[in-house]
């Protein structure tokens, strides 16, 4: 059973950085996607950004610029570099896998994930 553990949230001005963490565990071998989401308090969640194991990645046209998706295959750690951040980043972040999946091209695909994380909680201030 794959389980994540994101981290690396915080709190940071506006126009900082940071890079969060998701660790996965119980990965079993083959084709997988993975994704970062947020949930500001009272709107709905969000897509921020996919990748698949054959390191097709995705982002949001919102973050796309300032926010870059990447894994570390062989340790099993997906991260989200988040720079320029604004006061509207503000979120809790979470991480997302579903195993037995692949994705390839330029469109945004729309991946069904079936694991989620906890969450790690971003706080951008002026």
């Known amino acids: 059973e794959v389980q994540l553990v994101e981290s690396g949230g915080g709190s940071v001005q506006a126009g900082g950085s940071l890079r969060l963490s998701c660790a996965a565990s119980?990965?079993?071998?083959?084709?997988?996607?993975m994704g970062w989401f947020r949930q500001a308090s009272g709107k709905p969640r969000e897509r921020v950004a996919v990748?698949?194991?054959?390191?097709?990645?995705g982002h949001e046209d919102s973050i796309k610029g300032r926010f870059t998706i990447s894994q570390d295959k062989a340790k099993h750690i997906l991260y989200l570099q988040m720079n320029s951040l604004k006061i509207e980043d503000t979120a809790m972040y979470y991480c997302?896998?579903?195993?037995?999946?692949?994705?390839?091209?330029?469109?945004?695909?729309?991946?069904?994930?079936?694991?989620w994380g906890k969450g790690t909680q971003v706080t951008v201030s002026s």
């Open positions: 990748i698949s194991s054959g390191g097709s990645t």
């Open positions: 119980g990965v079993t071998a083959g084709d997988y996607c």
């Open positions: 997302a896998a579903k195993e037995r999946c692949a994705f390839g091209g330029t469109a945004l695909p729309t991946i069904s994930f079936n694991v």
